[in-house]
């Protein structure tokens, strides 16, 4: 999965941190592209975390977080790794979540686009 994102960032010339956690959402893989952001070293290993703990994208968190009726506060899972960008989401193989893939350094909708095309890849 990492090597496929890399090749799809390179074709546009952008840099990107991918992250990829088991089902508890600890890293076990990661790539740091040449120029992605040393701030999204983190970002991309929180936004997997939260993905593969939550059985749900990174984005999904994040809308209920701001939902301005039915939101609640970040803090209330109680876990200061949760982030609510866009950008994990959790790979799913026969009905269960084997772990979640991570992407921060590009524009949220790519990041968003090319986690979740990754998580489909056989």
Do not use: C
């Amino acid at each position: 999965m990492i090597d496929s994102i890399i090749a799809e960032v390179e074709k546009t010339g952008g840099a990107a941190v991918i992250a990829v956690a088991d089902p508890y959402g600890e890293l076990i893989a990661f790539a740091r592209m040449d120029g992605a952001p040393v701030s999204s070293i983190r970002i991309a290993a929180n936004k997997a975390y939260t993905a593969a703990r939550e059985r749900k994208s990174s984005e999904e968190i994040g809308q209920k977080v701001r939902h301005p009726e039915k939101g609640f506060d970040i803090a209330y899972f109680g876990d200061e790794r949760f982030v609510g960008w866009g950008g994990g989401v959790p790979i799913w193989r026969s009905g269960q979540v084997v772990g979640a893939i991570a992407l921060s350094g590009l524009p949220q909708a790519e990041d968003i686009r090319l986690a979740t095309w990754a998580a489909t890849l056989p």
